[in-house]
């Protein structure tokens, strides 16, 4: 069996399951339908320096979006997931929140859908999801994808410059979001 590629080897270190593990580590927040920078960079900054989490993955879908990707330390379920993404579109584009699509998904029935790995060609057109440096995002509001696959050697140092977040770190947030949330209501 061949060893993993070091993007296999990132990929699985940021948001692969562990042995063990049930839950997820994957929380992906996209804006598309146009797929604008200037209010996801505002976000990307915001849950750095307002809520102390590690930078986020920056990845174009392939499609109409701009994705910010979250990693987890530990695994947490999918509704803890999508509350955690849904409080952040909530907080920081909530006019924007038409646009915005969040994983995990957790349908009424259940069942959970995780975001599509990033990188991959999209089915039919041949267009591709790539991870993108925060300076090259905003390069890609009009053409959310890659005509040509991303190098692996790149697409792994993106990754290899991410931490995931830790438990604590994720509690904290939560409990900032849920504290900016209850003052709103009031």
Request: contains cysteine; hydrophobic residues 50%.
């Amino acid at each position: 069996m061949a060893a993993p590629s070091r993007l296999d080897a990132e990929w699985q270190r940021l948001y692969g399951a562990k042995a063990g593990d049930t839950g997820v580590r994957a929380l992906v927040l996209e804006l598309a339908r146009p797929a604008e920078w200037p209010p996801l960079a505002r976000l990307w900054q915001a849950v750095q320096a307002e809520l102390g989490l590690p930078a986020p993955a920056i990845a174009v879908s392939g499609v109409d979006g701009l994705q910010l990707w979250f990693s987890l330390q530990q695994p947490v379920t999918a509704a803890q997931g999508q509350a955690f993404v849904a409080a952040l579109r909530d907080r920081y584009l909530p006019d924007l929140a038409p646009r915005v699509r969040l994983w995990p998904a957790v349908a009424a029935s259940g069942a959970v859908d995780g975001a599509a790995r990033v990188p991959a060609p999209q089915a039919g057109s041949g267009l591709w999801s790539a991870f993108v440096a925060p300076d090259l995002a905003a390069l890609f509001a009009d053409t959310s994808w890659l005509d040509l696959p991303p190098n692996e050697e790149g697409q792994a140092s993106l990754l290899a410059g991410l931490t995931c977040m830790t438990p604590g770190e994720l509690a904290a947030a939560t409990a900032r979001l849920n504290g900016a949330t209850a003052a709103a209501a009031a």
